[in-house]
T-cell receptor
Framework: SQTIHQWPATLVQPVGSPLSLECTVE??????LYWYRQAAGRGLQLLFY??????ISSEVPQNLSASRPQDRQFILSSKKLLLSDSGFYLC?????????????FGAGSRLTVL | GDSVTQMEGPVTLSEEAFLTINCTYT??????LFWYVQYPGEGLQLLLK?????DKGSNKGFEATYRKETTSFHLEKGSVQVSDSAVYFC???????????FGQGTRLTINP
């Protein structure tokens, strides 16, 4: 069966420090991969999605970036964090084609920027 | 562009009460519609879905019917339990698109 892992689960970082959140999927090949952010009291905002290795679509201009160095690995990064980057970051995967109908989410990474 | 609008929360009910969480959408064509649930401290889980007009999705006592004429997908449950306390998200995926668009979420609290 397919599983999705995110880490770290919790992170406290100072303003201006770098960020790296990792997400890996097991049990499937060539998944679509997504990064969403859930800010306090707000809904889900799609940040990036990827349909293949090295293919990244950015939804919102910001100081975050994403990379997909391997088929089942998706990384969210920042060179210098802002206070506004605090939030709950969720990685998700889906199959391609009609399988893109259903997203399966990881447990999330809670980032606090101080 | 595509968008999803949910009723404002938080919603607080007593156990065994009837639940409705409203969801309306704007999209071209015939999108697929979803309800996801997020329990405290966790990621999102798919609750139910419907892929065409008049379809009814159901799971764990929850139901939602895809209404093309009113562009709605309201979530209902006849008798809620304390364990249903969570945040509920309505979402759509336009046909041929790779991404889901989510509503802002509705926090539901059920009191014993």
């Amino acid at each position: 069966s397919q599983t999705i892992h995110q880490w770290p689960a919790t992170l406290v970082q100072p303003v201006g420090s770098p960020l790296s959140l990792e997400c890996t999927v097991e049990g499937t090949s060539n998944p679509n991969l997504y990064w969403y952010r859930q800010a306090a009291g707000r809904g889900l905002q799609l940040l990036f999605y990827s349909v293949g290795i090295g293919q990244i679509s950015s939804e919102v201009p910001q100081n975050l970036s994403a990379s997909r160095p391997q088929d089942r690995q998706f990384i969210l990064s920042s060179k210098k964090l802002l206070l506004s980057d605090s939030g709950f970051y969720l990685c998700a995967w889906s199959g391609g084609g009609s399988g893109a109908n259903v997203l399966t989410f990881g447990a999330g990474s809670r980032l606090t920027v101080l | 562009g595509d968008s999803v609008t949910q009723m404002e929360g938080p919603v607080t009910l007593s156990e065994e009460a009837f639940l409705t969480i409203n969801c309306t959408y704007t999209a071209t064509g015939y999108p697929s519609l979803f309800w996801y649930v997020q329990y405290p401290g966790e990621g999102l889980q798919l609750l139910l879905k419907a892929t065409k007009a008049d379809d009814k999705g159901s799971n764990k006592g929850f139901e939602a019917t895809y209404r093309k004429e009113t562009t709605s997908f309201h979530l209902e449950k006849g008798s809620v339990q304390v364990s249903d306390s969570a945040v509920y998200f309505c979402a759509l995926r336009r046909q041929g698109a790779q991404k889901l668009v989510f509503g802002q979420g509705t926090r539901l609290t059920i009191n014993p």
